[in-house]
Structures are given as C-alpha cells and as structure tokens.
C-alpha cells in the first residue's frame, strides 16, 4: 500500500507563486508515472501536468509556460511549481501516481488533496 500526501496548497494573490509537494509513503518499490490534477467547484477533474517514468512532461494548455511538473525520486516527492498564477486555477489539486510492486503489479493511487486558491 502506497500513500500519497500533498502540500503547499494556499492563498495567493493572482500573478504570485507556489509550490506544490506530493510525498509518497509505504511499501514503495517503483513509482511510475505521476500526475497532477484538479477540480474546481462544479468542474470535473482534470489534469494539469504529467510525467512519464522516463521523465518526459506533458501539460494541459491552460497551464502551458506558467506549471512545472518535477520528481525527486530518491525522496519520492513529486512536486509542481505554479508561477503566474491566476484566479481560474483556484481549485483542490490532487496528485496521482502509478506504483509497480516488485512482482510487477501496478495500482493507481490519489492524495487526499491540497486547496489552491488564487485572488483577484
């Protein structure tokens, strides 16, 4: 079983920064992919940014040149810079993540979450 925990979430003014923070925990043998996604109030979940286990990125349109997606895997922490931020990207951000057992079983988990909340 693997644990996904998010941080960093909180208030900023629109055009600031954060940096978000998702650390897994447990019986960990190879994450894989990992992701960041969010919901906003009456919106469906989607994804912001995506890293593949071989590093390569992919990020939703909307957060293009602004959201980087990053991994440090000796700490198994996946995080994601926010830069000029802006009030649609108000949301509770979740982290999700692939995870490989040693016998090559891969479960799909999600944090609790972490708000993100951007004012005008």
């Known amino acids: 079983q693997v644990q996904l925990v998010e941080s960093g979430g909180g208030l900023v003014q629109a055009g600031g920064s954060l940096k978000l923070s998702c650390a897994a925990s447990?019986?960990?043998?190879?994450?894989?992919?990992v992701g960041w996604y969010r919901q906003a109030p009456g919106k469906q979940r989607e994804l912001v940014a995506h890293m593949s286990s071989g590093g390569s990125t992919n990020y939703a349109d909307s957060v293009k040149g602004r959201f980087t997606i990053s991994r440090d895997s000796a700490k198994n922490t996946v995080y994601l810079q926010m830069n000029s931020l802006k009030p649609e990207d108000t949301a509770v951000y979740y982290c999700?993540?692939?995870?490989?057992?040693?016998?090559?079983?891969?479960?799909?988990?999600w944090g609790q979450g972490t708000q993100v909340t951007v004012s005008s």
């Open positions: 999700n993540a692939d995870h490989s057992t040693a016998r090559g079983e891969v479960y799909n988990y």
């Open positions: 447990g019986s960990i043998f190879r994450i894989l992919r």
